[in-house]
């Protein structure tokens, strides 16, 4: 395949519109679609805000971050991804609507498209068989926050094609990041570690081992992690996190990976993490703090 010129993403929420952002700046046309108007108002602002304020400080000129605005189109329809090389998926974590999605791409886009998933732990091969192209399905799991963090997990479904693989790599390093390879089973590489961690720190807080800030300093201070288990829970979004210890807990069928019921209930109460403003922590208080 030629040089991927167009690149669409689906989903603008924390992850997409990183990785939009993340394209863009990289010279690459991108569309970028949400089926939610507001989250793909706040995308743009989003992608608009880091270019002009953090892009410009660090490595960029100014010149070259109103550039990588110029290559992004924001779209409230699928359709208009058709031209795109190459398609990474990045909503919700769920496998029914992330395959009802891929089967409506499978007809929208062109026959080379690469279709690949940001999916942070969900069968890639289960997202495939929802497409007419199982070899040109691919995961392709960016860390968050995509425009930062310099690496890039990819995941070969059990009909990925060596061609799929090479091409997916090479975009990986053409935007700066070190390839890692993983098989396609529950968590992948990085979750399979890092979520049964989370979990076990909500265990803490849940049966009273220690306070929240106790938990988050131990590993911090204890074990040299740039975040607390739970600050970093917060940061990612409890609802991502419990739906990547589901799928451990069905796919793996082992009861240690049994979500935390303190999760769960977090969950259920809408306190999904920094971006509802409320998660582990309270970021309303803290960002009134701050103002006053
Ligand atoms: P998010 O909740 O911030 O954004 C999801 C976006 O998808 C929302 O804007 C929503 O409107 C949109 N959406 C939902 N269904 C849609 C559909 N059918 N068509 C078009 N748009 C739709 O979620 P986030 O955190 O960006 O996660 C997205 C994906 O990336 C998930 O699969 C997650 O597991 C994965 N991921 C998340 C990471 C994180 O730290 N949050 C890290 C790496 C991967």
Redesign the pocket.
């Known amino acids: 395949m030629a040089e991927i010129q167009i690149i669409g993403v689906?989903?603008?929420?924390?992850?997409?519109?990183g990785i939009a952002l993340l394209a863009a700046a990289h010279g690459i046309e991108v569309w970028l679609?949400?089926?939610?108007l507001n989250?793909l108002n706040?995308?743009h602002n989003y992608i608009s805000d880091f270019i002009q304020n953090i892009v410009p400080k660090g490595h960029r000129s100014q010149a070259a971050g109103s550039d990588a605005l110029k290559h992004l189109h924001c779209t409230s329809n699928?359709e208009d991804l058709h031209p795109a090389d190459v398609i990474i998926?990045?909503?919700?974590?769920s496998e029914d609507?992330?395959r009802?999605?891929f089967s409506e791409l499978d007809k929208i886009a062109k026959a080379s498209t690469i279709l690949a998933?940001?999916?942070?732990?969900?069968s890639i091969t289960r997202l495939a068989s929802a497409t007419n192209r199982p070899e040109q399905v691919i995961g392709m799991?960016?860390?968050?926050p995509p425009p930062i963090m310099k690496l890039i997990e990819i995941v070969r479904g059990a009909e990925t094609s060596d061609e799929t693989f090479s091409v997916t790599k090479a975009l990986a390093e053409r935007f700066g990041k070190t390839v890692i390879c993983s098989q396609d089973y529950p968590g992948f590489i990085v979750n399979r570690i890092l979520m049964p961690m989370i979990n076990e720190a909500f265990y803490a807080l849940y049966t009273a081992v220690a306070s929240k800030e106790d938990i988050d300093t131990g590993m911090k201070l204890g074990t040299k992690h740039p975040m607390g288990p739970l600050e970093l829970a917060d940061?990612?979004?409890l609802?991502?996190c419990l739906?990547?210890m589901k799928i451990l807990h069905n796919g793996l069928g082992d009861s240690r990976y049994a979500p935390c019921p303190l999760l769960v209930q977090y969950v259920d109460a809408g306190r999904l993490g920094r971006?509802r403003g409320t998660g582990v922590y309270n970021y309303r208080k803290k960002a009134e703090e701050t103002k006053a």
């Open positions: 689906v989903g603008g929420g924390q992850m997409g519109s679609h949400d089926s939610d989250a706040r995308a699928l998926e990045a909503i919700i974590e609507v992330k009802k999605l998933s940001n999916t942070s732990s969900i799991h960016f860390m968050n940061f990612i979004g609802d991502v739906s990547i971006k």
